[in-house]
């Protein structure tokens, strides 16, 4: 009775897209495998998966999706787990004293809902104050794309981003949004196909009311080519 209980919390919590914490949930022994161990646990499981489902896969069409959805899984759209991925922390000594917002607008967020396993698809705002330091523009991409690359909840990524930030760039002063489509609950479900999911973080002085105006105005300009 206990167990059924708690089977229908957890499913009701994956349903609602409630995430438990800031942190990716890994187990101690993540890494244990290499990637082609896990690749071939994965093809076994792909494939168990679509016999049960009735498919055949002796059909030319079906035969090598297992493999195939193996090495995406483990080499691409999970390869945010693997810490050895993560962008390399170069920064640079902010020479030209710009003491302004930095803001990088627009980058495409490619993630995968961790209650569904099915495509979070958006835009991240990502912005910073320098207090000595800055990084690459790209490195703040590459960020976005390393956190997106792993089972996700919106929040937790948004979070993970500006803290990792935080980290590489020696300041609080730090903030990200996300406008963000969720697969799951456009094509199943309530089947909303407008709504997306804005979520933020705001570290030090974008916790300001001005500060984060100025960040939110920046957002909004239409950038034309
Ligand atoms: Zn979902």
Redesign the pocket.
């Given at each position: 009775m206990k167990i059924e209980r708690e089977i229908e919390d957890f499913d009701s919590l994956g349903e609602n897209?409630v995430g438990t914490s800031s942190e990716t949930p890994l187990r101690a022994d993540a890494f244990k495998l290499t990637k082609e161990e896990k690749i071939d646990i994965i093809k076994d499981d792909v494939r168990h998966i679509m016999e049960t489902l009735g498919l055949d896969l002796t059909d030319d069409s079906l035969q090598g999706t297992p493999n195939r959805v193996a090495k995406m899984f483990v080499k691409e759209i999970f390869g945010g787990l693997d810490p050895e991925n993560k962008p390399s922390a170069s920064t640079f000594e902010n020479k030209y004293k710009y003491g302004e917002m930095l803001v990088e607008k627009n980058i495409t967020v490619y993630s995968t809902?961790e209650?569904?396993l099915?495509p979070i698809v958006g835009k991240a705002h990502v912005a910073y104050i320098s207090n000595g330091t800055v990084v690459g523009l790209s490195k703040m991409n590459r960020i976005v794309d390393y956190f997106s690359k792993r089972p996700q909840v919106q929040e937790r990524l948004t979070i993970q981003i500006v803290e990792e930030l935080q980290k590489v760039l020696n300041t609080k002063d730090v903030a990200c949004v996300i406008d963000a489509k969720?697969l799951?609950?456009n094509s199943r479900g309530i089947r909303d196909t407008e709504s997306s999911t804005v979520t933020s973080e705001f570290g030090g002085k974008f916790k300001s009311k001005k500060t984060r105006r100025e960040f939110l105005d920046y957002i909004k300009l239409d950038t034309q080519f």
């Open positions: 897209h809902c209650h569904h099915l969720h799951c609950v």
